[in-house]
Antibody
Framework: QVQLVQSGAEVKKPGASVKVSCKAS????????MHWVRQAPGQGLEWMGI????????SYAQKFQDRVTMTRDTSTSTVHMELSSLRSEDTAVYYC?????????????WGQGTLVTVSS | QSALTQPASVSGSPGQSITISCTGT?????????VSWYQQHPGKAPKLMIY???NRPSGVSNRFSGSKSGNTASLTISGLQAEDEAHYYC??????????FGGGTKLTVL
């Protein structure tokens, strides 16, 4: 079955970087775009950006433009999201989600989420 | 890009119908038929319930329906059941080639 499995929880100090992975299985990895969405504790969902696993092209939310890098490894069907210059406000659960359509409106499925805690 | 506006909470009794609104602008909801709704239970990942305003993915109950009028989209759940209690988020594609989410609505089944 289609599955997105993310890497485990991370604890980082302010100013550090974190890299979260999302391994896809059960479908042709390069056929569907992947998005990253985060959710701070007790808060709503926030879109971070999108990557095309086929060509590797990306588009980021302006808020994260200077600090986020999304990459993919087609040999392992994995996408990565690296966030740098971490601050306490970046403490959140980070999700990857496959985009089934071409209108950014069919996120299915989602990964299980990766908790990133930023604390000194 | 500002978040879409949703009511913080709605409630209903089992068997009743409820509607959750999601208000944006002409740059997002009003400009595209690319509105989605996601259900999220505590500690779980979101689940797609409605896409492209009113389409239901395979496996989602037909008790869930979506619509749009102008800059406001709506999610209606009919025949409320206990398992429908969750947070619901709307989302929309925007003219800035980004995606924006609503702040979320907590649905309580009384």
């Amino acid at each position: 079955q289609v599955q997105l499995v993310q890497s485990g929880a991370e604890v980082k100090k302010p100013g550090a970087s974190v890299k979260v992975s999302c391994k896809a299985s059960g479908y042709t990895f390069t056929s569907y775009y992947m998005h990253w969405v985060r959710q701070a504790p007790g808060q709503g969902l926030e879109w971070m950006g999108i990557i095309n696993p086929s060509g590797g092209t990306t588009s980021y939310a302006q808020k994260f433009q200077d600090r986020v890098t999304m990459t993919r490894d087609t040999s392992t069907s994995t996408v990565h999201m690296e966030l740098s210059s971490l601050r306490s406000e970046d403490t959140a659960v980070y999700y990857c989600a496959r985009d089934l359509g071409s209108s950014w409106s069919e996120f299915d499925p989602w990964g299980q989420g990766t908790l990133v805690t930023v604390s000194s | 890009q500002s978040a879409l506006t949703q009511p913080a909470s709605v409630s209903g009794s089992p068997g009743q119908s409820i509607t959750i609104s999601c208000t944006g602008t002409s740059s997002d909801i009003g400009g595209y038929n690319y509105v989605s709704w996601y259900q999220q239970h505590p500690g779980k990942a979101p689940k797609l319930m409605i896409y492209d305003v009113s389409n239901r993915p395979s496996g989602v109950s037909n008790r869930f329906s979506g619509s749009k009028s102008g800059n406001t989209a709506s999610l209606t759940i009919s025949g409320l059941q206990a398992e429908d209690e969750a947070h619901y988020y709307c989302s929309s594609y925007t003219t800035s080639t980004t995606l924006v989410f609503g702040g979320g609505t907590k649905l309580t089944v009384l």
